[in-house]
Each structure stands twice: as C-alpha cells, then as structure tokens.
C-alpha cells in the first residue's frame, strides 16, 4: 500500500459520536512540560515520520499555553500515558479558521482495542467550543485511522492534488458508506 497524503474535512460540528472511555483508562488534560510524553508515544506508534526530539516544540510552538487546554493523553488506572491527541487549530486556510485533528497516536501495546474512538470524541467536543468546521491531513496508509475518521463524519478533501487516485486506493481497502457516496471503484 502506498503511503499519499490525504486531508479530510468536516463542514460541521453536529452530532459528533460519543464513545465512552473503556474501564481500566482515562483520559486528561495535557500538563506544561510533557512534550516528552509527547514524543514517547508518537516515536512507539508512528510508522512513517522520524519522530526526532524536535517535532513537538516545532508543532506546536505557535501557542504551547493552548495545549493544557487543546491537548489530551489517553492513560491506563495506573496513570501510565499510552495515547495522545490534540484538538489543534490553523488560523487561515484560504481566510479561515479551522479546527484540527492533530497527532493522534495510541502505543502499539494498546491498539487494537477501541481505544482512540473515546479519544476522538473528547477531542471533537473540545473542537466544537472554538470552531465551526474542522479537518485533518493523514495518509492513504494508515487505514485505521481513516477507519476511524470516517466513523466521525470526516469526508475526503478531492481538492486536493492526485486526491482521486489516493481514495481510489482507500476505498479498496475500507468498505465504508461515506466512501460508496463517491465514484472511487
Ligand atoms: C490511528 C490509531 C490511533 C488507531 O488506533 P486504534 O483505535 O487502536 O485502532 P484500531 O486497531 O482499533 O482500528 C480502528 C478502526 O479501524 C479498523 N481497521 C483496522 N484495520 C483495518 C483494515 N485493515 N481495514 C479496515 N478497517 C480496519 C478497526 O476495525 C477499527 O474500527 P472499528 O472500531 O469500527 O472496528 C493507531 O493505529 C495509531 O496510533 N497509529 C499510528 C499513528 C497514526 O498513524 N496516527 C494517525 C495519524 S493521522
């Protein structure tokens, strides 16, 4: 499979599904400092991108005092951070605000279980208190996520370049019924 960038968009923040939190885990506010944490759980999970000791602060240097409140970790009872996700924001995209998914990782050790559907619905609800619409930039293999995406009513952004060809390979793999909607088989 191959690996094209693809952006998702959602035009509205309406009926955003609500997953509960599984027993055994919780999920918290990011606290100043734990760009290590950070960085720990998306070097365990990321498949693609050099995770270098750099990434957090270049991400995320625009407004580091948001993160407390933009930020979240997923946690075992014990306290251990085994997820993160963040509701991130780009204050102009052709003159626009909008909300953003960003960096959403779970530790390999805890794929697999449901576990970043909760985590998406927190972070959605805290999109919805500063903005109207939202998007994400993922790629074509990380089709988990996109599993999940699609699941909170993320559509594919077909203006974007080689998109058609991108979602042809996707809607290959995932049989879902936002994908059916477009012309992709
Ligand atoms: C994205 C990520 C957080 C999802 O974690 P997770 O919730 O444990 O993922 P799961 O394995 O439970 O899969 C999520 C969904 O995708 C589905 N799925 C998994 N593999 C699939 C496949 N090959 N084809 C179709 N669906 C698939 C699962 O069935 C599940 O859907 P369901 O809950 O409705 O059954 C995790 O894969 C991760 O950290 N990946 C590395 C980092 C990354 O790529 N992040 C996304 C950045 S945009």
């Excluded at 930020?71 to 963040?86: M, Q």
């Excluded at 050790?109 to 930039?137: A, E, I, N």
């Amino acid at each position: 499979m191959k690996n094209d960038s693809v952006r998702m968009i959602r035009e509205n923040m309406e009926n955003i599904p609500q997953f509960p939190i599984p027993k055994g885990f919780a999920i918290r506010n990011y606290r100043p400092d734990e760009g290590h944490i950070w960085t720990r759980i998306q070097r365990a999970a990321e498949p693609y991108i050099d995770i270098d000791d750099g990434l957090f602060i270049r991400e995320f240097k625009r407004d580091f005092p948001a993160m407390a409140d933009r930020s979240f970790s997923l946690t075992t009872d014990t306290g251990a951070e085994i997820g993160t996700i963040t509701a991130w924001w780009q204050p102009d995209i052709d003159g626009k605000t909008w909300g953003q998914i960003h960096w959403v990782a779970v530790h390999p050790d805890y794929q697999g279980r449901g576990l970043s559907k909760p985590m998406m619905s927190v972070v959605m609800t805290r999109l919805k208190k500063s903005h109207k619409w939202c998007f994400l930039d993922t790629s074509t293999g990380r089709i988990p996520a996109i599993k999940v995406y699609l699941d909170f009513g993320f559509t594919p952004d077909l203006s974007r370049k080689k998109s058609q060809e991108a979602w042809t390979e996707v809607a290959s793999v995932i049989k879902h019924p936002i994908l059916k909607r477009y012309d992709f088989f």
